[in-house]
T-cell receptor, first 115, second 116 residues
């Protein structure tokens, strides 16, 4: 079946502009995660959605970052007033129920470059 | 501070030989460990995992060893094949401890090159 998809695959923007990144999880997966990978770094947890529960936003680096998940499926990560340090690959993952031992299935990522 | 460390950014191995990728962690709450493999322009894909009640888990050519006292794990690939060339990420979580149990904490990755 279809895996996790993300769009756009690449995004170049100017400092100060807002960007929206989209994630389509695997159908039926109730848990959705956002990570980012800055150059030379490992993946950094940003936010977690599980079903109708309140999301865990503990990894968001600043209040310029927000995310929502509509209808328990598609998720959008929004970065307002982008800064150059926001340049990174933003990865979305999903898993069936959000249990800690479940495999997280990753999308190909969105490469964001802030000029 | 980095809670999961992969101190070798790269590793080159001859085809057919053993590849050993190492990972160290500092958070004693971690009780579940995973290896992910990543090709360029693709997302990471799950490779193998191990829980803290085991010290070894094997899946075909891939074996993960866990040394809890040393807070160290390693991934062995034998025999190594050119298709194994990728970046390997070590990750850890605390699924048995409750809060934030789903969060994966990743190392920076090791780029493996298998030379034909």
């Amino acid at each position: 079946g279809a895996g996790v998809s993300q769009s756009p695959s690449n995004k170049v923007t100017e400092k100060g502009k807002d960007v929206e990144l989209r994630c389509d999880p695997i159908s039926g997966h109730t848990a959705l995660y956002w990570y980012r990978q800055s150059l030379g770094q490992g993946l950094e947890f940003l936010i977690y959605f599980q079903g109708n529960s309140a999301p865990d936003k503990s990894g968001l680096p600043s209040d310029r970052f927000s995310a929502e998940r509509t209808g328990g499926s598609v998720s959008t990560l929004t970065i307002q007033r982008t800064q150059q340090e926001d340049s990174a690959v933003y990865l979305c993952a999903s898993s069936p129920q959000g249990f800690g031992t479940e495999t997280q299935y990753f999308g190909p990522g969105t490469r964001l470059l802030v000029l | 501070d980095q809670q999961v460390k992969q101190n070798s950014p790269s590793l080159s191995v001859q085809e057919g030989r053993i590849s050993i990728l190492n990972c160290d962690y500092t958070n004693s709450m971690f009780d579940y460990f995973l290896w992910y493999k990543k090709y360029p322009a693709e997302g990471p894909t799950f490779l193998i995992s191990i829980s803290s009640i085991k010290d070894k888990n094997e899946d075909g050519r891939f074996t993960v060893f866990l040394n809890k006292s040393a807070k160290h794990l390693s991934l062995h690939i034998v025999p190594s094949q050119p298709g194994d060339s990728a970046v390997y990420f070590c990750a850890a979580s605390a699924p048995y401890s409750g809060a934030g149990s789903y969060q994966l904490t990743f190392g920076k990755g090791t780029k493996l090159s298998v030379i034909p």
